[in-house]
């Protein structure tokens, strides 16, 4: 049986060092928000003499998986069966989310079902320009924000965290009055793990209007990855795509060729489909990309991400355990605080 060791209380719990090891150099599938395997209140499941492991979260009566196993290639079925036993043993069954089409197969020989979910999009920064007809309006809105005395600069975490506290309070309260941070598939700042992320900021007179947290990409597209926002409600339009263009300019410097933007569900749901995958599951998510705006804002996430015409649109998939159900994608949700 495998072991388990959990980073709940965001300490730096014994095996987090090591994972965050296991998915540098096991992330071949080229899982561009690897990164949120190290988000505090994850549990990580691997074998005795292993390096490799398994990222989840127990919920409910599921074991919700992040991604697929961060492991040796000879070693993942193995690993992937020792989690399944692990799961029986608990009486829980596994859905896994955010599964690369590289991660499929092992899933598949395991007997699980796997459908498309959405997709994640990245911007290959040697080709990116803001040139032409196509960005006047973004163009615009950026130079709209600047000529309103915004300063934008790299930062230290640490120097902005009790202010970014306070911005993240404000900008929550707007979602309503009992919605809650999502998590779990949502990017972070803070942690043990802070310093291997970049963050920028923006400030007028000094006070934080707005900042973006970046994370590192691994694997085949590495670069960083556009991870989590926030801008004050009173801080005006184009604050964000200000941010992001200034740490765009300062990753071309560095030679920097991918920017992700991350994972929004629900869209692009034309990657070619799995052998025993679900035609009423895949209608379904279809159906919330239609009417879903209520359960996740994918539209207006898609948005944004499409203002910045993605060179690279990379199909993201749910491995259901036993077949394709809602209550599996239910606590998924779950498992990121958004029911």
């Not at 900008?171 to 793990?193: I, M, Q, S």
């Not at 035609?279 to 944004?304: D, I, K, M, N």
């Amino acid at each position: 049986m495998g072991t388990v060791t959990t980073d709940a209380h965001g300490g730096r719990a014994a095996g987090t060092d090591a994972a965050v090891a296991a998915v540098q150099r096991y992330c071949d599938s080229g899982n561009p928000s690897a990164f949120l395997a190290f988000n505090r209140g994850n549990s990580y499941f691997r074998l005795p003499g292993d390096d490799g492991l398994i990222v989840h979260r127990p919920v409910g009566r599921y074991l919700v998986q992040f991604g697929g196993p961060f492991a040796a290639a000879g070693t993942r079925d193995r690993l992937l069966a020792a989690f399944v036993d692990f799961a029986a043993a608990q009486d829980r069954e596994i859905v896994a989310v955010q599964v690369q089409a590289a991660d499929a197969a092992v899933f598949l020989d395991a007997g699980f079902v796997v459908n498309q979910m959405g997709a994640s999009y990245a911007v290959d920064l040697d080709t990116f320009t803001l040139a032409g007809t196509r960005f006047m309006q973004l163009r615009n809105k950026i130079s709209r924000a600047l000529r309103s005395g915004l300063h934008i600069a790299e930062a230290r975490y640490d120097d902005w965290r009790e202010a970014i506290a306070r911005l993240d309070a404000a900008w929550l309260r707007t979602k309503g009055e009992d919605v809650r941070a999502l998590e779990f598939l949502v990017g972070e700042t803070g942690g043990p793990h802070q310093e291997l992320r970049r963050l920028f900021v923006a400030t007028r007179e000094g006070r934080l209007v707005g900042y973006i947290s970046y994370s590192p990409v691994y694997g085949p597209q590495a670069g960083w990855m556009h991870d989590l926002s926030r801008r004050r409600p009173d801080s005006g339009p184009g604050v964000m795509e200000a941010v992001n263009k200034a740490a765009i300019e300062v990753f071309r410097t560095e030679g920097v060729r991918w920017l992700h933007f991350g994972f929004t569900p629900f869209t692009s749901l034309d990657a070619p489909a799995f052998p025993g995958h679900s035609r009423a599951f895949h209608w379904f998510v279809h159906h919330l990309w239609e009417h879903g705006e209520a359960v996740y804002p994918a539209r207006t996430q898609l948005a944004y991400k499409e203002k910045w015409a993605p060179t690279l649109v990379l199909p993201e998939y749910l491995a259901f355990q036993h077949r394709a159900s809602l209550p599996a994608l239910v606590h998924v949700f779950r498992a990121c605080n958004a029911v």
